[in-house]
């Protein structure tokens, strides 16, 4: 049988970074079966265009998985393709909580044939047997021998074959520049970002998040040397396609256990294995100097941090207590002394934001080695206590909103301001943190560095940009350049200097760093 596995985009906007799952179940598939992979992101698709690639490939089963925001074009892609006659199966966050709305239990049209609840390692070779011989039920759920939810160990860790996985929709190198640039430097053929998992679960139960939900508050890791195998597989296939490649490692929290993290760094570090990567790890682990020092060494390059709010009444009313907005500045000095730098994530719209927040926020920004900050909402993901919350609390001003994504919108009213004034204060957070003028300041900041990093602060800031004020089409680019135009020409001055390329002098402090304090057990906080 020929099977499908389907990830849409939401329709607005389009991530930079396939999504694991789909490699991850390509592995898991039983011998005897094909499976295609098509990434909305990188692929985009409607209706009529996943019917046609259906019926021309003669695909016997579709997997469509979704986050919240896709869910609504999700569906409408598994309406179709059920209108061809093959069946879809629907997996990930939303279904597992929805799982009547996916099979049109609750009243509304059905979407799915079968839903697969929870983590699918175990289940989905099981779909596609039942699928091959046309009798898939309506729910998989994983449970063991006796009935009880079971949740894969990771131990036993399918190889996925990226030595042979057909990458070409997730170059983000665009197809104009190809060329030029295989010209120019041997290496930048191709660039793509590669999910790779070391861990899952999450113990903290932060009131907005699905995750400790989903994946459970039991943590499970990878032994080291399979991600080691699976870093070096990754780099051989870089190097023979004259690519790059870099790694997001999307534990949502990498370094929940301290001691194992940096015996994981260290095994990568010992094999040769290091290569650019990313990864979300919360402040409070990052006291740990040593092992900064590791994730600097085996490669790590920028770290997603959820700070969500400077304000530690907002971060106590989500449950986010552990996070302490007057560590920030210090943990992030501590990362680019190092030379790694951080994306750091913001919410607005919490109970206790008022007017001004957003530029209570970027005062403090400023103040901070530059990075990547961005700006969202609350938002009441479905099944999280945050929901529960505010529904109780008749708050909820579109409790289906999923149905009709929006982005950057409120579906609840927040106490303190209206939704059009959280709107305007996210909304000025991307104005001001993207401005040409916060980008030129980005970039001086960095005027003791090799150019190579400002080059880099610049176009990770421009691609940034783009997740608020999308750059669709060639004028949007072209417009951007303008506004830009004094930092790109001082950029390209510098190129032509001698030696602007070379050495990486070790930061000083800005500020005094506070000494390191360990958790060598399982430690506090994580992100996502
Ligand atoms: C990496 C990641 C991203 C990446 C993009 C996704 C990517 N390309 O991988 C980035 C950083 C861009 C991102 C962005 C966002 N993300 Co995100 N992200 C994740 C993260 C950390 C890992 C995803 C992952 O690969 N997990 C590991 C795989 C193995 O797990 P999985 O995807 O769940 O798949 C398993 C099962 O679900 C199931 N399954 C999944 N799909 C399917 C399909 C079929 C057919 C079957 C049978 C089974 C199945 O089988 C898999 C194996 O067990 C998750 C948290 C997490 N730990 O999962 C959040 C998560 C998915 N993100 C989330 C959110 C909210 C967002 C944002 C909206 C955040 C924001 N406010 O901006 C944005 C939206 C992006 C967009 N374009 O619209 C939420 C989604 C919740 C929800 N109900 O939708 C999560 C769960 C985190 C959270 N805090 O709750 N994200
Ligand atoms: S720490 Fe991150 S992953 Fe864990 S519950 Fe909170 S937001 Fe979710």
């Known amino acids: 049988m020929k099977i499908l596995l389907y990830n849409p985009d939401n329709g607005v906007t389009r991530n930079f970074m396939p999504h694991l799952w789909m490699f991850l179940l390509q592995a898991l598939t039983p011998a005897g079966h094909e499976v295609l992979l098509v990434d909305g992101n990188a692929q985009p698709m409607d209706e009529a265009g996943i019917a046609q690639f259906v019926r021309d490939n003669d695909i016997g089963l579709v997997g469509i998985g979704a986050m919240t925001r896709m869910i609504a074009k999700a569906y409408r892609m598994a309406d179709a393709v059920r209108a061809t006659g093959v069946p879809v199966v629907m997996g990930g966050p939303h279904v597992t909580e929805m799982a009547d ?70 170059n983000l190198v665009p197809k104009a520049a190809t060329g030029l640039l295989q010209k120019i430097g041997e290496g930048w053929g191709s660039f793509r970002i590669i999910p790779v998992e070391s861990g899952r679960g999450c113990p903290y139960g932060c009131e907005f998040c699905t995750v400790t939900g989903f994946f459970g508050d039991s943590i499970r890791f990878r032994t080291n040397e399979s991600v080691v195998n699976e870093l070096l597989l990754l780099k051989a296939r870089a190097r023979t396609e004259k690519g790059q490649m ?27 294995a290091q290569c650019h990567w990313v990864a979300q790890i919360s402040a409070n682990l990052l006291r740990d100097e040593e092992l900064v020092d590791l994730i600097a060494a085996s490669g790590g390059k920028w770290i997603f941090i959820g700070m969500e709010s400077i304000d530690p009444a907002n971060l106590k009313d989500v449950n986010k207590g552990f996070n302490k907005p007057g560590e920030y500045a210090a943990v992030l000095e501590r990362l680019a002394q190092r030379n790694v730098y951080a994306i750091t994530s913001f919410i607005f719209g919490m109970d206790n934001d008022t007017v001004g927040a957003a530029e209570r926020t970027l005062e403090q920004v400023r103040t901070w080695p530059p990075g990547l900050p961005i700006f969202g909402l609350l938002t009441p993901l479905p099944a999280t206590p945050l929901y529960k919350r505010l529904e109780k609390a008749g708050r909820l001003t579109r409790p289906k909103h999923w149905q009709e994504f929006i982005p950057f919108a409120m579906a609840h009213t927040p106490l303190k301001m209206t939704i059009d004034e959280a709107h305007a204060e996210v909304n000025y957070g991307w104005a001001q943190a993207y401005s040409p003028e916060a980008l030129a300041r980005a970039v001086e900041s960095l005027n003791d560095q090799p150019l190579g990093y400002r ?34 020409f001082k950029l390209v001055r510098e190129g032509f200097k001698a030696g602007a390329w070379r050495g990486a002098p070790a930061r000083v402090p800005a500020i005094p760093v506070p000494q390191a304090e360990t958790g060598e057990a399982i430690a506090q906080g994580a992100e996502s």
């Open 246 to 272: 870099a790694v997001f490692f999307i534990d949502d929290n990498f370094a929940i256990n301290i001691k194992r993290t940096k015996s994981l760094l260290r095994d990568i570090i010992a094999a040769g």
């Open 455 to 488: 080059i880099n602060i610049f176009i990770a800031r421009i691609c940034f940009r783009g997740i608020y004020f999308p750059m669709m089409g060639k004028m949007a680019w072209v417009k951007v350049i303008a506004q830009n135009r004094r930092t790109i």
């Open 101 to 170: 709305e996916a099979l049109g239990r609750d009243g509304g049209p059905r979407h799915a044939d079968a839903v697969a609840l929870g983590e699918a390692d175990a289940t989905w070779p099981r779909i596609v047997e039942d699928a091959a011989r046309g009798q898939l039920k309506d729910v998989y759920a994983p449970v063991d021998a006796f009935g009880q939810e079971s949740k894969p160990s990771l131990k036993e860790y399918p190889v996925i074959p990226w030595e042979s996985i057909d990458l070409k929709q997730f």
